[in-house]
């Protein structure tokens, strides 16, 4: 959802107790794609009631904000949001402000004082009642008869990311996550099988499942299906659409010979695997409560290399740990080298509120911690430019995600099965006809950075 703060269009007071006028609302996310996910779920639930959404917070009845707390700086940055939006709606429109998501989940009441802006906050557990207190804060009477069809997500473009688990229970030593979204929920297979069908069906040609660990789902349901047999299950109903699974955050214990098996076998799931190892050196695995070993790490990575044929490897290396020294930098860096990850996010450590690292001794400065995550960054482009490079002159499917605006006109804009959608870069076509959703070969005649330049020589394909 694009917010429009600058639309100042008035629209007169709606007398939404004569139940004449729907109410309308805009939902913003901040955070990472699983927060996405949540916000289309919220957004469905409010849809279904009878809201209308829309994009003004001049026109808004309710604002509804998903936040994120994952950082500080997204603690930040998610207040902001909030108030630079009550501030527009103050000065210009009507509307109430709830605060939802992972900010309430950590900071529960403490909010109420400080944030007098906000009509109600829903932790990230209680989003499901997002119906009942829109229509308290508001004052309008809770419709309990689902208005029209039934809305189940919003699909924009062909890439979706379906979540199939929620909260975590390694409690790393740095990370807050299990302290704000609990312990680890599978969620039920059939809930996310109907849900791949629908997307399918709306258009979407790839569906990415994420949570925050999710190579251990379906440990905590019933029976003993594991990701392995998701996976088979999911691509037994994208097939149809010659769609495409991806998978992301799985953790170095969540690999399986199972779950390399299909990641080898099933054409529709794709060879692409993400693995957050966040750092290699034994001793700094430890501080943060992680297991491994860089010579465990290194034996994983390249048994995957040699068993998944054209594997595509992407990481995350979280550098600046209390205690790391110049010394396991560089073992990192070399390591992230050796293995070639062709996509590395880098992240300086952060003392977050109420987390065991926190407490830590030996907490590096922060010009250390940018000076550190810079040497980092440039290894990880080094590699990431170079595998990007790699694809010249190739031939691949493309799906078509949109069409952008350039100083040399329009253009076709999509990702290749290499690219998880809006995390490794894309491929531009500067010419032909395609529609999103659409699945066309394109030769790769040039590459800047994580980008790639494509000339369709086949399109429509599968139609
Ligand atoms: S596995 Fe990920 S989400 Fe879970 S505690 Fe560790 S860093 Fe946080």
Redesign the pocket.
């Known amino acids: 959802m694009t917010m429009n703060p600058t639309d100042t269009g008035q629209s007169p007071q709606r007398d939404m107790t004569s139940g004449s006028c729907a109410p309308t609302c805009l939902l913003v996310t901040v955070g990472c794609a699983k927060n996405e996910v949540d916000t289309d779920r919220m957004r469905a639930l409010l849809v279904d009631s009878g809201f209308e959404e829309t994009d003004s917070p001049v026109e808004a009845d309710v604002i509804i904000v998903n936040t994120c707390s994952f950082l500080g700086v997204a603690t930040q940055e998610s207040v902001e949001t909030v108030l630079e939006l009550a501030s527009i709606s103050a000065d210009e429109g009507h509307a109430h402000v709830i605060m939802c998501g992972c900010v309430p989940s950590r900071y529960g009441n403490e909010l109420a004082g400080e944030l007098p802006e906000v009509d109600a906050f829903v932790p990230a557990d209680k989003e499901d009642r997002i119906v009942s207190v829109a229509c308290d804060v508001l004052g309008i009477p809770l419709e309990t008869t689902p208005h029209g069809s039934r809305v189940l997500r919003t699909i924009e473009g062909a890439s979706a990311y379906v979540k199939i688990s929620d909260g975590?229970d390694?409690?790393?030593t740095f990370?807050a996550?299990?302290a704000i979204r609990g312990s680890y929920a599978s969620r039920p297979a059939e809930a996310i099988l109907d849900e791949v069908r629908m997307l399918m069906e709306g258009g979407v040609r790839e569906v990415v499942l994420i949570g925050?660990?999710t190579g251990v789902w379906g440990s905590d349901l019933e029976g003993d299906h594991d990701l392995a047999w998701l996976l088979l299950e999911v691509a037994r109903e994208v097939r149809p659409y010659r769609g495409w699974v991806r998978v992301l955050y799985l953790?170095p214990e969540g690999m399986t010979d199972r779950l390399i098996g299909v990641l080898c076998d099933c054409p529709e799931v794709l060879p692409y695997i993400d693995i957050?190892i966040q750092h290699c050196v034994e001793h700094v695995l430890r501080d943060m409560g992680r297991s491994g070993s860089h010579d465990e790490l290194a034996s994983l990575f390249s048994r995957l290399r040699k068993e998944i044929p054209g594997l595509v490897l992407r990481t995350t290396g979280l550098v600046g740990f209390p205690g790391e020294t110049e010394d396991d930098l560089e073992e990192l860096c070399e390591f992230i080298e050796d293995v070639g990850f062709d996509y590395t996010s880098v992240f300086a450590y952060s003392a977050e509120e109420g987390t065991v690292a926190a407490k830590l001794p030996n907490q590096v400065t922060e010009d250390e911690l940018t000076e550190r995550a810079q040497r980092l960054q440039d290894v990880a482009e080094r590699l990431g430019f170079a595998s990007t490079a790699r694809r010249m002159g190739g031939e691949f499917d493309v799906i078509i995600d949109g069409v952008e605006e350039t100083d040399e006109g329009m253009e076709l804009i999509g990702h290749a099965w290499f690219q998880a959608p809006d995390c490794d870069g894309a491929v531009h076509i500067e010419s032909g006809e395609a529609s999103v959703g659409d699945v066309v070969r394109c030769k790769i005649v040039d590459a800047f950075c994580y980008e790639l330049v494509g000339v369709m020589v086949e399109s429509h394909l599968g139609e």
């Open positions: 975590c390694r409690w790393c990370c996550i299990p925050q660990d953790q957050p």
